[in-house]
């Protein structure tokens, strides 16, 4: 269970996140909408310790303050829009650095053939092992996106966050991606994801949190929240009417008018 209590951030000269409360339960789905700037990566930050933040944060009862560094680093684990650190690896050596947090565990400080063959299992179902020696700066969007999410699978915490986990993702990518973190799903992670897109945010869970200007909006079951005003208050667009021209398209095409 992950407890939020009055949690606020501030950056020099900018309150971004105020009084968040929230409670996600252990294997729950939820999905973080809200507008540009209004502290999505920073609530995902605060909760993988990255942020200074006020208030309280607490992962099965204790306070992430309590963690230390590598203990949290087990338990959560960030799929952030920033990964240029990386960029002198090669895919290969960034997935076994995924395990690092594993093989901490074990006795051994060598990856063994267990843990060599996960990589290669995670490699091959995000098709990256036609790319395993190249460098990550030489890699597109696309497939840098899909190491990045392998290295976070890989590191097999508690918690997972995904900060725009579609991003650079083609349309066949993105469904893999959905179904990966279905999968998670059902081995009883807790998975929380920020999305710009609405419909791929609905497909990942019917749990959804609306933030705007660093304050939850709304909270709960999509269709319990979402209606064409607060769509219109949210994103100052009439969203409903975009999705119905959008639709009409498809619809066509379903009838084969192409
Ligand atoms: N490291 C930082 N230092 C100072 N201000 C920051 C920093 N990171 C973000 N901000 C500011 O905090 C606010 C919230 O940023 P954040 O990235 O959390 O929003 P977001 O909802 O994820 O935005 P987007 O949808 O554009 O990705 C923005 O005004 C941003 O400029």
Same mark, same amino acid.
């Given at each position: 269970m992950l407890e939020i209590r009055k949690l606020s951030v501030t950056y020099p000269g900018q309150q971004v996140l105020t009084d968040i409360n929230l409670s996600v339960g252990t294997g729950q789905r939820l999905a973080i909408l809200g507008p540009n700037g209004s502290g999505k990566s920073t609530l995902l930050k605060s909760l993988s310790g990255l942020v200074e933040y006020r208030g309280e944060i607490k992962l099965s009862n204790r306070s992430l303050r309590d963690f230390k560094r590598i203990e949290l680093a087990e338990k959560v684990a960030l799929l952030s829009q920033n990964t240029s650190m990386y960029f002198s690896y090669s895919v290969y050596e960034t997935l076994m650095m995924g395990l690092y947090t594993q093989l901490r565990k074990s006795f051994m400080a060598v990856a063994r053939a267990k843990d060599k063959a996960r990589v290669l299992q995670v490699m091959e179902a995000l098709d990256l092992e036609n790319i395993r020696d190249q460098e990550l700066s030489k890699l597109s969007g696309g497939q840098l996106q899909r190491v990045f999410f392998a290295r976070t699978l890989l590191q097999n915490p508690e918690v997972i966050l995904l900060d725009e986990p579609n991003n650079h993702l083609d349309i066949h990518y993105q469904l893999e991606m959905l179904r990966y973190i279905k999968e998670y799903f059902e081995q009883g992670k807790t998975v929380i994801a920020v999305f710009h897109d609405i419909d791929l945010a609905l497909s990942f869970s019917e749990n959804?949190?609306? /933030? %705007?200007?660093?304050?939850? /909006?709304? =909270? &709960?079951?999509? %269709?319990?929240?979402?209606? $064409?005003? #607060? /769509? %219109? =208050?949210?994103? =100052?667009?009439?969203?409903?009417?975009?999705?119905? =021209?959008?639709?009409? #398209?498809? %619809? &066509?095409?379903?009838? &084969?008018? $192409?």
């Open positions: 959804i949190l609306i /933030l %705007k200007e660093g304050k939850i /909006l709304s =909270q &709960g079951k999509a %269709k319990e929240i979402l209606s $064409r005003e #607060f /769509l %219109k =208050q949210v994103y =100052q667009t009439d969203v409903l009417d975009y999705m119905l =021209q959008k639709h009409k #398209f498809w %619809k &066509g095409l379903e009838e &084969g008018e $192409r």
